[in-house]
């Protein structure tokens, strides 16, 4: 287990700050990995960091000390991922990719390109017999979808989760990178599709969070391959809308920023809050960018963390707020590892995506080795009568599908019993009906009974009446009567 590695980044003063408050400061250097905040109401807190950057910093210093271990960590197939946080306008793009990212100067080349330099130094120190591949692919995340930036047509990617490669991004394009130029070509080309806007706090904001990733490929001398990757995320910032006066479009993007940031935030919360525990719920898929942070962000990932801010007390609970977000993030721990070395043929069969009728049948096994087979027939059934399908295309990984699929039955399960229920209530009621339908013909036939045996007393009455009138008839007296 390793603690995620954070580091506190103070950009010089803008000349916006200068003009609107002078040279003031909010934060007193005590060393390079300790200093004193003073916020709004002149309270004092003390914040220390694995290091600090002040304001003079160099992009080569912050290279050296957040990012190297963690290219040649990724040379050596370990995962690694490096974050940029913090307010808008705080540093984070500047120091991921300099003020451009095919800035000449080497004083003020940013991250990007100098962990480029640093992999393909690696690369030429490492044993000979070894062969390297580098690939490529970036994307970012603009109003809560994936975007390729190296094939825009690939507007909505998905994320998916392989056991042995982590968190996948679907079909993203991977472009293999011969050497710095190179890829520095590609990085602008992408870069230049990525979601920019002005606002009053910065004239090139991030609209979007943008992520690099480098996939290392090394085969081993007995053909074994190993892969590292390493993940470079410059996050849009936070930002308060009143600040920035954002509006239309660039208010829509803000909402959606702050939003994915906000979730962000509950993440490292309960990541932080106590033991987590395997039952413990991390939000990881709240939002897209806590879905693929998610091994930096506890997995299989060595991470950095540069949190970015202003040193001016116009900014002070921006910063205060960035601090504090560092902070707790220093107690995460991840559980980065060297990336077994597969064999070329297995790897090969793994990089295949499995067909729907694959997936459909592994998650049929799945249910198989949870449930009686008589419950798989019965579920099977009831699948083809609710006219359930399998569309795996719509799943990001097969544990989700899985999950997916047993809510599904539960629910179809829930909605038979409901309707079993409803159609006995009916029953019920019918009967009733019948009953008391039953009871009144009962009651008439019992009347009808009576009036026929009343009906049959007087025919016998009647009967006797006219036998005896024709008797009586019958005397001679009373035929001359008559
Ligand atoms: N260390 C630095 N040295 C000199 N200039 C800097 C430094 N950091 C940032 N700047 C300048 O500050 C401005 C804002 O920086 P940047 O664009 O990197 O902010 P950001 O954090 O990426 O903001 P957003 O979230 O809006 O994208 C830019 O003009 C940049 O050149
Ligand atoms: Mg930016």
């Known amino acids: 287990m390793a603690n995620i590695t954070v580091f506190c980044r103070f950009r010089p003063l803008s000349s916006k700050e200068k003009r609107d408050n002078g040279d003031s400061v909010c934060i007193r250097s005590m060393d390079s990995e300790t200093f004193v905040f003073k916020d709004e109401k002149e309270e004092e807190f003390a914040f220390s960091f694995d290091k600090v950057f002040y304001e003079e910093s160099l992009q080569a210093d912050v290279y ?24 808008t306008g705080a540093g984070k793009t500047y120091s991921m990719e300099g003020p451009s ?3 000449l100067d ?10 480029v330099d640093g992999l393909f130094e690696c690369i030429k120190s490492a044993d000979k ?28 990617i998905l994320i998916k989760e392989s056991k042995v490669q982590g968190i996948l991004l679907s079909g993203v394009t991977e472009i293999c990178i011969s050497d710095p130029a190179d890829a520095l070509q590609s990085l602008s080309s992408g870069i230049a599709n990525r979601a920019v806007g002005e606002t009053q706090m910065n004239m090139a904001s991030s609209r979007s969070h943008c992520i690099y990733i480098f996939t290392v490929q090394s085969e081993l001398s007995d053909k074994r391959v190993k892969t590292g990757k390493l993940i470079l995320v410059d996050l849009a910032g936070s930002e308060k809308v009143e600040k920035t006066g954002a509006e239309g479009k660039v208010l829509e993007e803000a909402k959606t920023i702050n939003k994915s940031l ?44 540069l949190c970015c801010c202003s040193p001016s007390p116009l900014n002070a609970a921006e910063t205060l707020s960035t601090l504090r977000f560092g902070a707790r993030a220093k107690h995460i721990k991840t559980s980065p590892f060297v990336n077994r070395a597969q064999d070329k043929l297995a790897k090969k069969h793994e990089d295949v995506a499995p067909t729907k009728d694959e997936l ?20 099977e059934e009831l699948f083809i009568l609710e006219g359930i399908l399998f569309d795996p295309s719509s799943f990001e990984d097969l544990e989700s599908a899985y999950e997916d699929v047993t809510l599904r039955t539960i629910s179809s399960l829930q909605q038979a019993v409901e309707e079993l229920v409803f159609t006995i209530e009916e029953l019920k009621s019918e009967n009733r009906a019948l009953k008391a339908r039953m009871e009144a013909a009962e009651r008439f036939n019992a009347l009808h009974k009576e009036a026929g045996e009343n009906a049959s007393v007087m025919r ?10 024709s008797w009586v008839r019958s005397f001679p007296l009373l035929s001359m009567l008559k």
Do not use: W
């Not at 806590?290 to 963390?305: E, F, M, P, V």
């Open 360 to 379: 459909c049948e592994r998650i049929l096994i799945r249910l198989r080795e949870r449930l009686d087979v008589e419950d798989v027939e019965l579920l």
């Open 106 to 115: 080497d004083l003020k080349k940013g991250l990007l390109p100098r962990v």
């Open 460 to 469: 016998k009455i009647s009967n006797i009446l006219s036998f005896f009138i």
């Open 262 to 305: 906000s979730v962000l935030g509950n993440v490292i919360n309960a990541l932080t809050c106590g033991p987590t525990t395997k039952a413990s719920h991390i939000p990881y898929r709240d939002s897209k960018l806590t879905r693929i942070l998610q091994d930096a962000l506890g997995g299989n990932s060595r991470t950095a963390l």
């Open 129 to 156: 017999s070894d062969k390297y591949r580098i690939k490529l692919s970036m994307v970012e995340i603009y109003m809560e979808k994936v975007r390729d930036l190296l094939d825009l047509t690939k507007d909505n």
């Open 64 to 87: 050296e000390f957040l990012a190297l271990p963690i290219v040649r960590g990724a040379v050596n197939a370990v995962n690694g991922t490096i974050i940029t946080y913090g307010q």
């Open 101 to 103: 990212i095919l800035e």
